[in-house]
């Protein structure tokens, strides 16, 4: 089966520092979770980066550092995986969700201002599979408002837009490090903020509520274990270090798909010209007429691994039976976008030729 990524990691590289953690004993709060918590600070241009479980655990935490819960409304793009809307329920606050561009996939900023309400407490954007275009806009917005604003950047590490990293734009920033993310720990994620208050909450917050001075602990908060052990920050730590030249080669191998598969009406995400995407995912909106989940079984008969784009969040079950839906981009999206595979290990024309013969029959 070709895969649809594959970890850019290897254990030959790993070995020797998981060989230290074991012979030092220090498998939590050792000396690789500040050397990765630094690198991707270092890497996104943030201030301050703080390490958790997952995007689901760091996106918990930002909710958390804002007071979001009952009484409360979260904007937040209708196009993503569950798990950025989950968050806000679990919070006891009320999703609002915003429909998307056919184009980028992302946040439409004139849904953002048709859904502000007085009880909008924050809005959260999702750099849809990699993508942050139009984050810029959205952040004018939330400032003309006062409203804070999460980015759901779970996959968008390296991604930027006019220069500056996803990490570096939204008031809280939100990654996953999950396997089918091309920057992987296992499971792991990261929130970068640029508020020093902002960041002292987090250090009480994600140390069980503790402060401490000269080495001792005063728990002046209560707080949450989120931490990601040595072991998989060494993972991190490797990959960030060649990051730039995987999104490069993502970037190429797009460019070669877009060629072979434009002509048979097959359209790419699109990117605003001032964007860089990680390309972490690399989605087609399939042409009228093909039927897409039918698309998806005979690729994988022929040996080929793919998936839908990702889903409406408005349109699963859980949130239709509670807020209802309405047929929308995003809703369109989930019936017509199919993910391809990319990473370096891929033979395009074979994926391209069996698109080609079940397309046309
Ligand atoms: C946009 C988005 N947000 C959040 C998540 C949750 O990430 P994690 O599995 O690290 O909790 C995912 C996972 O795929 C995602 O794609």
């Known amino acids: 089966m070709i895969r649809l990524i594959k970890p850019y990691i290897s254990f030959a590289e790993v070995q020797d520092d998981f060989k230290n953690i074991f012979d030092s004993g220090y498998f939590t709060k050792g000396s690789y ?5 630094n690198s991707i600070a270092e890497y996104v241009g943030a201030r301050h980066a703080f390490l958790t479980t997952s995007a689901t655990t760091a996106l ?19 196009f993503s ?23 980028t996939f992302n946040m439409l900023p004139e ?26 806009r959205i952040k004018e917005i939330c400032t003309e408002n006062n409203l804070p604003l999460i980015e759901d950047a779970a996959c968008a590490i390296g991604s930027s837009e006019f220069n500056v990293k996803c990490g570096n734009i939204a008031d809280i920033t939100c990654f996953s490090f999950h396997p089918r993310k091309l920057l992987t720990t296992g499971e792991g994620g990261a929130l970068t903020v640029n508020d020093d208050s902002f960041g002292q909450t987090l250090n009480i917050k994600l140390n069980h509520g503790a402060s401490f001075h000269d080495g001792k602990a ?103 039976k509670k807020y209802n839906s309405v047929q929308s981009n995003a809703s369109y999206l ?25 397309v046309n029959g």
């Not at 569950?82 to 184009?103: K, Q, W």
């Not at 953002?112 to 810029?136: C, Q, W, Y």
């Open 81 to 103: 995986f569950p798990a950025t809307v989950n968050v806000i329920e679990d919070a006891g606050a009320t999703p609002v969700f915003a429909d998307v561009s056919l184009n």
């Open 60 to 78: 918990t935490m930002a909710l958390k550092l804002l007071d979001v819960g009952s009484g409360d409304e979260v904007i937040v793009s209708d």
């Open 334 to 358: 989930e019936q017509q976008t199919i993910t391809l595979p990319c990473h370096d290990d891929l033979d395009i024309d074979y994926i391209v030729e069996s698109i080609e013969q079940i």
């Open 33 to 37: 979770v500040d050397q990765f918590r």
């Open 218 to 320: 005063e728990f002046v908060d209560y707080g949450y274990n989120y931490r990601l052990p040595d072991l998989q920050c060494v993972m991190g730590i490797k990959q960030i270090e060649k990051l730039n030249s995987i999104i490069l080669s993502r970037n190429e191998i797009r460019n070669q798909y877009i060629e072979s598969l434009n002509p048979m009406g097959f359209v790419e995400q699109k990117l605003h010209n001032n964007v860089e995407s990680n390309v972490q995912s690399l989605v087609f909106t399939v042409p009228e007429g093909v039927n897409r989940d039918a698309l998806i079984i005979q690729l994988s008969k022929k040996g080929v691994e793919s998936t839908l784009g990702t889903y409406c969040l408005s349109n699963t079950t859980y949130y239709r």
């Open 111 to 136: 849904e953002l201002e048709r859904k502000l309400s007085a009880k909008t407490k924050a809005v959260m954007f999702v750099d849809a599979l990699g993508n942050p275009s139009g984050i810029h």
